[in-house]
């Protein structure tokens, strides 16, 4: 048997060939090894993503799910791999399937929102992107559906608050601008119904070009001086028409500036808005939907371990060009701070999920916003990282922007409304501005959900409701209730509109509180004036600037012989004029007219029945907002002058004869006149002498009274015996009625000299009242009199003398018990409000003798009692009453009297409020 023997050579070649052979083996298994690593790293991406991937085949039937899929929707693999797309969407039809397949088929992805269901029947909002992938010669599609149900809810927030605030604004019955120094920043559609203008002819118009020159100085004004009131003035639509509008501005915040908001209102009441408001621009169109999300991995340190590929196609940077950087590179400086607090935050426990937007950095140097969502896979020693994705949101931030600016503006042109306007339902108010919460005095919060008829008076319910169900949408005045109770006049205006998917009732409320009182105050100043005009003896008019007469006085109808149904068929001033005076009447009236000087001249009147006599016409403009609109002027007939001037031509004469003879009476009188000067001198003498005397002997007598009283208080004290007892008592009463005499008439002394001062200041009257009424309560109750003090309040303030006030009071309520035997004393207060001047009165009423209507007067002079015995059962100075009336005045008050004999007397003290 032969055997072959390789030789050395042979054998080291075949070793050497083996040793590449497992070199090349070794560096196929290293490339194996690294596939595998990658492989699974996709896999441990794609299984912790948020969003959930899904492969569906062509029949819909589901071929693979991610970990996330699992999560989201609460099933196990295998459940969701025996299921159909249908299964999981349930919005989606059935019988659209196959076409949805072939658009995918043609364009390759697709982007769509949608709804998926969850194991436990819980629906959530999602955001679909389809991708066409071929795997095996099969092609599937590609779905990752991320949830979207808080940005959903964000822009339906959005949306409703701004279609809340639209409705609103376009509530207003008003036209509203938003103006900085004249150029309109923003307007509503009533604006424009009002005008003519456009609201895109509006916006950045000069303010001022829809008022005529005239009213342009009125305006002006209004802005430089910051008035917040209505005005007047007159428009100037754009067709070149004239009306009257009122204008209400204020100052507001927008836009980080103070600007002016206007309220123009068409107060011709002819003309109803004839266009809504403009609809808001919809939003352009929906975010671009991504193709898909990039993938990437952060360190702890926030270095990119990872990139997904697709990121050039949706950033335009290639993944190695950021993989082993810092993430914060491409961060906004702005959002750096937060962004990395955010990922700070997901680092703090395992699986910590959490999605935040900030501006990320684009190949070429801008910023985009995106939205990223991570996962904390820290602990997970494939990834050891934070796992997110992210997505270019850019667009979406602009429609929120756009949206939250739209509702900025609509907001500020709903609160710069004037009126208080709600939005209701049956009744019930659903949305209201702050208008009607400063109108009816509840807050916001409590107008929502109220019934809006608790804002309407209960006597003007039934009438507002038969408004309201019949649709009713003209301006009607009704009663409104504020929250304290108060009724007020108001004006209610309203329609229906579109809120919310179904017709509901705005309704504007306006105050015309001030507007009823103008009107009244109109109506009696036109009634004063007429019956003012009735009562003189000479004819009144008024005309148009026509000279259309409108209005004569009952004199003019006796003067001319015309009536009141002449001057309705339409009586004009040339016709009660003779012919030959009209050229020289309408020159004259136009004098007036163009130079709104007023004008006096002769003519020669023609009556109605053909008769002439002289006359003299004085006429003025009549002005209504700066703009004449007539004259108004008196006739008077001159025929009794003009023969008094023909009789005092022969009276000249005879008045000058007697000249001489009125110069002489004339030396009398001088001589008179200086008698009576030294006359004059001599009584203020006399009269300064009398006060001194008073002063001196008031003082005189004073202090031996004193002594006396005195003496006779201590003798009542130590002496037992009673008859003396009773002399000394006497002698004591006579006393203190002999000072207060003495006292009374140095106080009438003071008062006659001008000498006696007032110490105002303010003081409780209530108080005062009261420690007089119980000062004097034992001589009340002596006589077992019904004793009453009777205030309106509690407490009160009012600037008074202290000292006059309690000597006034102190005589009225002493006399009032003095001279009631039986029955009642009242004391009693009230306010009185008046237009010009407000007073506290003070009403003192007893059942006393009463005094007869006659004598009245006489129980304010000096030193006078009344008679038929009264002096003697009632004994008294007579000066009480006449220095009470003196202290009355002097604090500018008034004292009056109401009585009957034996009946009884009404005192009432009316003094005056500052």
């Known amino acids: 048997m032969n055997t072959s023997t390789k030789s050395e050579a042979e054998n080291m070649q075949e070793l050497y060939d083996l040793q590449l052979k497992k070199d090349a083996l070794e560096k196929e298994l290293a490339k194996y090894r690294q596939l595998v690593d990658d492989l699974r790293l996709t896999q441990y991406s794609i299984d912790n993503i948020a969003d959930s991937i899904f492969w569906i085949d062509k029949s819909a039937r589901i071929h693979f799910v991610n970990d996330a899929a699992c999560r989201n929707l609460g099933y196990s693999k295998e459940e969701l791999l025996s299921m159909t797309t249908f299964d999981v969407d349930p919005v989606f039809p059935k019988e659209k399937w196959n076409e949805n397949w072939m658009e995918i088929s043609e364009k390759g992805s697709s982007v769509v929102e949608t709804i998926h269901r969850t194991k436990d029947g819980k629906e959530y909002f999602v955001e679909v992107t389809t991708n066409l992938v071929e795997f095996k010669g099969v092609k599937y599609n590609c779905a990752i559906a991320r949830n979207i149900t808080k940005r959903i809810l964000t822009e339906e927030s959005l949306k409703e608050s701004e279609a809340r605030f639209k409705v609103l604004h376009d509530a207003s019955f008003g036209g509203i601008m938003i103006h900085d120094k004249g150029l309109i920043l923003e307007c509503n559609n009533g604006l424009s119904e009002m005008t003519g203008y456009s609201i895109d002819e509006l916006i950045g118009m000069d303010g001022f070009k829809f008022v005529t020159d005239e009213s342009k100085e009125i305006i002006m004004n209004?802005?430089?001086?910051?008035?917040?009131?209505?005005?007047?003035?007159?428009?100037?639509?754009?067709?070149?028409?004239?009306?009257p509008i009122l204008l209400e501005a204020r100052s507001i915040p927008y836009k980080g500036k103070l600007v002016r908001s206007v309220e123009l209102r068409d107060i011709t009441q002819s003309k109803q808005a004839e266009e809504k408001l403009r609809k808001i621009s919809e939003i352009h169109s929906k975010m671009v939907a991504n193709l898909g999300d990039v993938i990437v991995i952060i360190d702890k340190d926030g270095i990119n371990k990872y990139k997904s590929p697709n990121i050039e196609n949706l950033f335009g940077w290639k993944s190695e060009e950021l993989i082993g950087k810092s993430t914060w590179n491409n961060i906004h400086p702005e959002d750096l701070e937060f962004?990395?607090?955010?990922?700070?935050?997901?680092?703090?426990?395992?699986n910590n999920i959490g999605s935040a937007e900030m501006r990320y950095k684009l190949k070429d140097g801008s910023y985009t916003w995106i939205e990223f969502t991570g996962i904390n896979l820290l602990h997970d020693e494939d990834i050891n990282g934070i796992l997110g994705n992210y997505h270019d949101i850019s667009e979406r931030k602009l429609i929120e922007q756009s949206l939250k600016e739209s509702e900025t503006r609509f907001k500020a042109l709903h609160n710069a409304s004037f009126g208080g306007i709600t939005i209701h339902d049956k009744g019930v108010i659903l949305e209201c501005n702050h208008g009607l919460s400063e109108i009816t005095g509840y807050s916001v919060d409590e107008l929502i959900g109220m019934n809006g008829l608790q804002l309407i008076a209960e006597s003007s319910r039934d009438f507002v409701m038969d408004k309201i169900l019949s649709g009713y949408e003209k301006p009607y005045e009704s009663i409104g209730l504020r929250k304290n109770g108060e009724e007020y006049p108001i004006r209610l205006e309203a329609r229906t509109v579109p809120y919310k998917g179904k017709m509901v009732r705005t309704v504007e409320f306006r105050d015309i509180t001030d507007q009823k009182k103008s009107e009244q105050a109109l109506r009696e100043s036109e009634q004063k004036f007429k019956d003012l005009a009735n009562f003189l003896p000479q004819t009144i008019f008024e005309t148009d600037n026509k000279m259309n007469i409108k209005f004569i006085n009952r004199e003019a109808t006796n003067a001319f012989g015309y009536s009141e149904d002449d001057i309705k068929a339409g009586l004009n001033a040339i016709e009660v004029i003779i012919p030959e005076d009209r050229d020289r009447l309408k020159e004259n009236f136009k004098k007036v007219l163009n130079t709104n000087d007023s004008?006096?001249?002769e003519y020669v009147g023609l009556r109605k029945d053909g008769s002439t006599f002289p006359m003299i016409v004085s006429s003025s403009l009549i002005m209504k907002d700066n703009i004449p609109i007539g004259a108004r002027g008196i006739?008077?007939?001159?025929?009794?002058?003009?023969?008094?001037e023909e009789e005092l031509k022969k009276q000249n004469q005879l008045l000058e004869a007697q000249y001489e003879e009125y110069m002489k009476l004339n030396e009398v009188l001088r001589n008179t006149n200086y008698d009576l000067e030294i006359a004059k001198k001599e009584a203020e003498e006399s009269n300064k002498a009398k006060s001194i005397f008073l002063a001196n002997m008031s003082h005189e007598l004073r202090t031996p009274l004193f002594g006396i009283l005195g003496y006779s208080d201590l003798l009542m004290q130590l002496i037992e015996d009673e008859e003396l007892n009773e002399m000394a008592s006497g002698v004591n009463r006579t006393g203190k009625r002999l000072l207060n005499t003495i006292s009374l008439i140095l106080d009438l002394s003071k008062i006659e000299s001008d000498n006696y001062e007032t110490n105002l200041g303010e003081h409780d009257p209530i108080l005062l009242l009261k420690e007089l009424f119980d000062g004097l309560k034992g001589g009340a109750l002596t006589k077992n009199l019904k004793y009453s003090f009777l205030p309106h309040i509690d407490k009160y303030c009012l600037e008074t003398d202290p000292e006059m006030f309690r000597i006034i009071f102190e005589n009225i309520l002493g006399n009032a018990i003095k001279f009631t035997s039986s029955g009642s004393v009242t004391i009693s207060t009230n306010v009185e409000k008046n237009k010009d001047k407000n007073f506290f009165n003070v009403e003192i009423s007893d059942t006393g003798i009463g005094i007869n209507e006659d004598d009245i007067p006489q129980v304010f002079e000096e030193f006078k009692q009344l008679s038929e015995g009264t002096t003697k059962n009632f004994p008294g100075s007579g000066l009480g009453l006449s220095i009470t009336k003196k202290f009355v005045e002097l604090l500018n008050g008034s004292i009056k009297i109401k009585s009957k004999k034996g009946l009884g007397t009404s005192v009432v003290v009316k003094l005056p409020i500052k």
């Open 222 to 243: 209004k802005i430089l001086t910051n008035s917040e009131k209505p005005y007047e003035a007159i428009g100037l639509r754009k067709n070149g028409e004239e009306f």
């Open 599 to 601: 004008s006096s001249n």
């Open 635 to 644: 006739i008077v007939d001159i025929t009794q002058r003009k023969e008094a």
């Open 339 to 350: 962004t990395q607090k955010f990922i700070n935050s997901l680092m703090v426990k395992p």
